[in-house]
């Protein structure tokens, strides 16, 4: 610990000596232009491309060629020869008031480089025998840290570190607004019958890649709230101050309560009156317990802020391919667009949808969502198979001008790679949301989809996310290579790395970085 400190405090002392020597010679103002020209020559043959460098606050103005001939008609010829000169060698600084000088922008640079090297220094430092950083002891002082295995992810002390690790003081700007923002964002999800672990783990999946706060809305039979109360108080406070929750009994607001709750799965129509049960909540992303986020719900998120003035809910197709689609084979009711969409992953804009008035095949005016939902149901009720999911194609089949159709790998499904890879988004991307629907987390018919579910499923919140989750999935990848699903293991690696990284930013660097800027 006292070679540490010795380390640190010599680091600290030439950052010292260096501010003083940028501060002593460069503390004059901008010298005239014939000083600055002899100040340059004398210096440009003992330094290498001598030109005056770029600072960060000012900016250069171009010389004019009608400003030099006025200049040169007022000024004697000599001087004007050498005013040409230097004009042409250099571009003179332009400054305005506010804006620092070039001492002080050249000063943020090299501040900024020592700050950058002092960070990776205390990292290295305190991984250098593998050990995870927690709290580092720096000279008396103490940092805040989250656990680096420097040898097994390969982030700092001269390994390469991957491209999204590059990191600028505007960067830690924006994530720290990201991720002081009041903003929350609502989850909801329901809950019957054995879906208690699946629902936990696909919250799990939410917290350790989520940025904002989260509330959960989770719909759940009297028996299971207990269960969720008991886990989630388990999870370590550093992760529950992340979220707030809360349980909901199961609730049909129209129609007959046991009709609605026998519609294909238990309780899965739940979802049809979220927005008459939640009415203090603006904006609402639901999903199926079998979904598992593999980026931050911050940025399915934002698609609510590209919905148009018309659009009021977001879903996925139910197929990229119309000749294998269930929907453009098999279904006996109107469905949206080629392919249909599904519910799993459902992103809406409740305020809207309950102002809204929708069209429909039953009467001839517009009918609001909580009037419409029952008698839709029993018109239709002998003609759909998945049930809620096709009263939602329905009413979007209606209604096209309401409806965001997200891209494939926000709700990727066995159906995307089991026949072969059809979700170009995905190939191109890596899966964002992957949605495990068919049981494939419980059975060995897709290895892929089940090997996801159980590192998520293992992984203590503690430890490092490349070694006990990263590392042990691309192991389990190779058993599944006698798949098709499995023949693609980019896909569903490429995002959650990029995730995973971007965790390392910003708890890490960003973090430890602020407390060492000097």
Known sequence: MKLYCKVVALALCLGLLLLLYLFV???????????????????????????????????????????????????PEQEEEEAAQVSKREPRLHKKPGKRSAARGKFAGVRY??????????????????????????????????????????????????????????????????????????????????RLEETLIMLKSAVLFSNRKLKFHIFAEDSLKPEFERKLQEWPPSYTKKFDYKVYPIAFSVGNAQEWKKLFKPCAAQRLFLPMILKDVDSLLYVDTDVLFLRPIDDLWGFLRVFNSTQLAA???????????????????????????????????????????????????????????????????????????????????????YLYLFPCQWNYRPDHCMYGSNCKGAEEEGISILHGNRGVYHDDKQPTFKALYEVIRDFSFEDNLFQSMYYPLQTKFLDTVHTLCGRIPQVFLKQIERTMKKVYENRVIVNVGANFRL
């Open 25 to 75: 010679g460069n503390a004059d103002s901008e010298p005239p232009l014939k000083v600055a020209r002899e100040t340059r020559l004398a210096t440009a043959s003992s330094e290498p491309g001598g030109d005056l460098a770029p600072p960060l606050q000012a900016r250069f103005r171009p010389i004019q060629a009608a400003a030099a001939a006025a200049a040169a008609a007022a000024a």
């Open 113 to 194: 480089r020592l700050a950058v090297l002092l960070d990776d220094f205390v990292l290295c430092m305190s991984s250098a025998n593998g050990h995870e950083l927690r709290d580092v002891e720096v000279c008396g002082g103490r940092v805040r840290g989250v656990g680096v295995r420097r040898l097994q992810a390969g982030l700092f002390c001269g390994i390469p570190s991957p491209s999204a690790f590059t990191w600028r003081p505007k960067d830690q700007k924006h994530l720290t607004a990201q991720l002081s923002s009041p903003q929350w964002m609502h989850l909801a999800v329901v809950a019957c019958g054995d």
């Open 315 to 401: 879903m996925a197709p139910e197929h990229e391919i119309p000749k294998i689609g269930w929907y453009s084979r098999f279904a006996r009711h109107p469905y949206y667009g080629m392919t249909g969409i599904n519910s799993g992953v459902m992103l809406m804009n409740l305020t809207r949808i309950r102002n809204a008035q929708f069209k429909n095949s039953m009467i001839p005016s517009g009918l609001t969502w909580e009037e419409m939902l029952y008698p839709l149901y029993q018109k239709y009720k002998n003609y759909i198979t998945w049930g809620d999911q096709d009263l939602l194609n329905i009413i979007f089949y209606f209604n096209p001008e």
